[in-house]
């Protein structure tokens, strides 16, 4: 079936290391979308990469999407508490509009 | 606040009843999605309305089943309910009939079933 396999599940981070989130699909994507979800909260839109090894920033984030768009990272350099919640990438199989949605990966920040 | 409302926030029930969620899209757009998260999971795709008509279906149960009425807020139905349907109910809604833009998820309605 189509899936976009979202690696790792769990992310534990010290403060201030980084952090960072890959999605696989088998086929290609036509957009990956990227949502971050606070502990207690709900999914919020961060960015949509369309392009072909497209790469945009936003602060401290940085996505990817790979050359063949069947790949996406997310990468946080020097990760603060503010990060903590679940990361999820959901992109577009080219013949379906429908999202298919990675598993999500939790990011810990250690105590 | 993405705009978008549900109702209600928490909601507890016994095994074999019947639930109602609601949920009331950003102004303007067409699309409700809605999503079931069990704990400490991913988000699960359920079903799509645009503008009333049901635009796909994803993992849904044939004891749920969900409409889009003509002012555009969408109602889920959740039946037979039993212990593993305790999730998190997400609703987003887009403006357009196909999800290539942003979705704005609504706060959620817990679903507890005792």
């Known amino acids: 079936g189509q899936q976009v396999m979202q690696i790792p599940q769990y992310q534990h981070v010290q403060e201030g290391e980084d952090f960072t989130t890959y999605c696989n699909s088998s086929?290609?994507?036509?957009?990956i979308q990227w949502y971050k979800q606070r502990p207690g909260g709900h999914p919020v839109f961060l960015i949509q990469l369309v392009k072909s090894g497209e790469v945009k920033k936003q602060k401290r984030l940085t996505f990817q999407f790979g050359e063949a768009k069947k790949n996406s990272s997310l990468h946080i350099t020097a990760t603060q508490t503010t990060d903590v919640g679940t990361y999820f990438c959901a992109g577009h199989k080219d013949s379906n509009y429908q999202l298919i949605w990675g598993a999500g990966t939790k990011l810990i920040i250690k105590p | 606040d993405s705009g978008v409302t549900q109702t209600p926030k928490h909601l507890i029930t016994a095994t074999g009843q019947r639930v109602t969620l609601r949920c009331s899209p950003r102004s303007g757009d067409l699309s409700v999605y809605w999503y079931q998260q069990s704990l400490d999971q991913g988000l699960q795709f359920l079903i799509h309305?645009?503008?009333?008509?049901?635009?796909a279906k994803g993992n849904i149960l044939e004891r749920f089943s969900a409409q889009q009425f003509p002012d555009l807020h969408s109602e889920l139905n959740l039946s037979s309910l039993e212990l593993g349907d305790s999730a998190l109910y997400f609703c987003?809604?887009?403006?357009?009939?196909?999800?290539?833009?942003?979705?704005?998820f609504g706060p959620g309605t817990r679903l507890t079933v005792l």
């Open positions: 086929t290609t994507l036509s957009n």
């Open positions: 309305y645009y503008n009333g008509e049901e635009r």
């Open positions: 987003a809604s887009t403006l357009g009939g196909a999800s290539y833009n942003e979705q704005f």
